[in-house]
């Protein structure tokens, strides 16, 4: 679904992450690194713990205002299904938050290799299944 041999993102496929040669993923009751759902700044992985569900709440995202970033990638799934509704994106603009940018997972992962290496203070959450 997605390469990139110039990361920080390299890889990522159906619940599968591969960033800086790290594997994240998550199949059944088997999971790698930090899992099918992360959160990523700079090039530091974390597990999207708060994801829950297919719509997004602010509970889920505001933990990135606390983070040096100015734009929020929202990967929304491998087929779009993560809904991100409008008061999300307004929530995190109106608390300080330049961009958003809410796209297919493989396609948000383009667009954060594209902003990190422009030297953009870029941030990543992302579903990596549906």
């Known amino acids: 679904?997605?390469?990139?041999?110039?990361?920080p993102i390299e890889h990522y496929s159906w619940a599968k992450f591969v960033v800086l040669g790290e594997e994240h993923s998550e199949e059944g009751h088997?999971?790698?690194g930090e899992g099918k759902d992360i959160r990523l700044v700079g090039k530091k992985v974390k597990k999207w713990k708060e994801r829950q569900g297919h719509t997004l709440d602010k509970?889920?995202?505001?933990?990135?205002?606390?983070?040096?970033?100015?734009?929020?990638?929202?990967g929304n799934g491998a087929n779009g299904a993560l809904v991100v509704p409008d008061e999300?994106?307004?929530?995190?603009?109106?608390?300080?938050?330049?961009?958003?940018?809410?796209?297919k997972t493989p396609e948000a992962c383009r667009q954060y290799n594209r902003l990190y290496h422009?030297?953009?203070k870029v941030g990543l959450l992302a579903h990596g299944t549906c």
């Open 88 to 103: 999300v994106v307004d929530f995190l603009l109106e608390h300080g938050m330049k961009k958003v940018i809410v796209e």
């Open 59 to 74: 509970s889920m995202v505001k933990r990135m205002l606390e983070e040096d970033v100015r734009i929020l990638v929202i």
């Open 1 to 7: 679904m997605f390469d990139d041999p110039k990361g």
């Open 30 to 32: 088997s999971r790698k």
């Open 118 to 120: 422009e030297g953009k």
